[in-house]
């Protein structure tokens, strides 16, 4: 049995930083963090591979959300700064026991945790 789970979410004004984790009970070669706000289609946000030097980023969190992973804890971390009020969502982590080209598709990964929530205020 395969368990994630998240930490970290909460309320925050606009501006503000928030770090969430993901414990996982086992490695994984890729690990991403994906989001869904209310009314919309969850999307990817940012992946990171095993070797931890591949990473990916959403276009709209470039520069701002940096993922990162320890895996001898078998841990993945979001950084996330300059936090807007778009960034509201219910923030999920997945692992994908394969490596995929399409690191945005929920269909590549295996497992999920339940979810942890953002709140950005304005």
């Known amino acids: 049995q395969v368990h994630m789970v998240e930490s970290g979410g909460g309320s925050v004004q606009a501006g503000g930083s928030l770090r969430l984790s993901c414990a996982a009970s086992?490695?994984?070669?890729?690990m991403g963090w994906f989001r869904q706000a209310p009314g919309k289609e969850r999307e990817g946000v940012a992946a990171i591979d095993r070797g931890g030097d591949s990473t990916y980023y959403a276009d709209s969190v470039k520069g701002r959300f940096t993922i990162s992973r320890d895996n001898a804890k078998n841990t993945l971390y979001l950084q996330m700064n300059s936090l807007k009020p778009e960034d509201t969502a219910m923030y999920y982590c997945?692992?994908?026991?394969?490596?995929?080209?399409?690191?945005?598709?929920?269909?590549?990964?295996?497992?999920w945790g339940q979810g942890t929530q953002v709140t950005v205020s304005s």
């Open positions: 086992r490695g994984f070669y890729r």
């Open positions: 997945a692992a994908a026991i394969f490596y995929s080209r399409e690191w945005r598709l929920e269909q590549e990964y295996n497992y």
